[in-house]
């Protein structure tokens, strides 16, 4: 989905360099040789080979699967420490920010590794684009019908409703009510501002 550029707080040209250096030094302190951390979290170690020098970026599955396996936080794994961010988001320090027709609220703490947002979306804003990126979403729909697009399937979508999709999909998503629909909604930030590839209107209309 993406919503319009937020402009995310700490970008994720930041993020990689920091936590390439961080995975190994988290799995060297739990005692695992690169065999044995790949091992329990799933991976190949040629593939964790390649994360801790910083020439692949994780998933978020994959950065929860070795938070478990050294025992320790996704925020660690990350770089940061407990007195880096607040934990605790209060409803009146969410200001509204608009833009490409979409109001959003940050509904989570600026430069982790996931950006929460609570996002609404009027009839008819940006129905018609086609968004393609690395990262992972998940939405959950507060209010209002959402008619969400991923490859060549279409999904209606009501309050209590969610979805979760590797956002390589292509996907795009618009509000099937002329009140607009509400979301909760969150995405990885581990990959390039420019990665977003806008591929614009499909051929043959709105689904």
């Known amino acids: 989905m993406n919503p319009p550029e937020p402009a995310p707080p700490d970008g994720p040209a930041e993020a990689v ?13 739990a ?33 929860l699967a070795l938070a478990r396996t050294y025992g320790t936080t996704v925020s660690e794994l990350l ?17 509204p920010t608009r833009a490409g027709g979409w109001t959003y609220w940050q509904a989570g703490a600026p430069g982790r590794g996931m950006q929460a947002l609570r ?16 990262g992972e979403e998940w939405l959950h729909v507060l209010r209002g019908e959402l008619r969400l697009r991923l490859g060549d ?3 209606r979508l009501g309050p209590g409703d969610g979805a979760h999709f590797d956002s390589l999909t292509p996907h795009r998503i618009a509000a099937e009510d002329d009140g607009g629909v ?7 930030l581990l990959q390039s501002p420019t990665a977003a590839l806008c591929l614009g209107p499909t051929n043959g209309g709105t689904p």
């Open 79 to 95: 770089g940061e420490t407990a007195a880096d961010r607040d934990a605790v988001i209060r409803a009146e320090d969410m200001e």
């Open 31 to 63: 005692a695992l040789t690169l065999e044995a951390a790949a091992r329990t979290a799933g991976l190949s170690p040629a593939h964790l080979s390649r994360l801790e020098t910083g020439q692949r970026q994780p998933s978020l599955p994959m950065l």
């Open 153 to 155: 399937a279409v999904h």
């Open 182 to 188: 509400d979301l909760l909604f969150v995405h990885t």
């Open 17 to 29: 360099p920091v936590m390439a250096p961080q995975l190994r030094a988290l799995r060297r302190r």
């Open 119 to 134: 996002v609404h979306v009027p009839h008819g804003s940006q129905g018609d684009i086609v968004r393609v990126h690395p």
